[in-house]
């Protein structure tokens, strides 16, 4: 849709433009609409994500020191992880620069000790945040697996875990 701006400029000038004033009344009707329509949808969308979870980031992001790397488990969070940590560098599964889907797998069905490797693959320090997006999508045992791994400690935020593996 975008592309098509131009062409949509383009003929708004060539009606604005028009000797007749009724075609020129006419545009200025057609785009007064649009606006109309345009606000109304604006007043009526949400985010996709609960305001509980906005204020679990939020919280979330005073526990993550600049420079830190923050796990994100499900791809939902990730984009509002990086907007409220921008210092730090977020990784999520198939979002922003990743590891391959294959150690994401790893991670979450993969024995313990694969998921260490997986954890220290990060350079320090770094966190795990776990959402409830993450503990609603995934099977119990999986979300078991991960968030019971003896690197991961818990911090003050909820769903962030620091990585401190032994």
């Known amino acids: ?12 000038e060539r009606l604005w433009f028009n000797r007749d004033r009724a075609v020129r009344w006419f545009a200025a009707a057609a785009m007064a609409i649009q606006c109309v329509f345009a606000l109304q949808h604006l007043a009526e969308i949400q985010p996709q994500i609960a305001p509980a979870h906005l204020r679990a980031i939020q919280t979330a992001a005073g ?23 921008p210092k730090a560098e977020v990784v999520a ?46 099977p119990p045992e999986t979300v078991a697996g991960v968030l019971t791994h003896p690197c991961l400690k818990p911090t003050a935020a909820p769903g962030l875990f620091a990585v401190a593996c032994p």
């Open 93 to 138: 599964p198939g979002v922003f620069v990743s590891p391959e889907y294959s150690a994401w797998e790893r991670l979450m069905y993969g024995t313990p000790e694969q998921r260490r490797t997986f954890l220290l693959d990060f350079p320090a320090p770094v966190f795990v945040y776990a959402s409830d997006a993450f503990t609603s999508y995934y």
């Open 63 to 85: 526990q993550v020191p600049a420079g830190a790397h923050v796990l994100v488990l499900e791809n939902l969070s990730a984009p509002w992880v990086l907007g409220y940590m």
């Open 1 to 12: 849709d975008f592309f098509l701006l131009p062409f949509a400029a383009c003929g708004l």
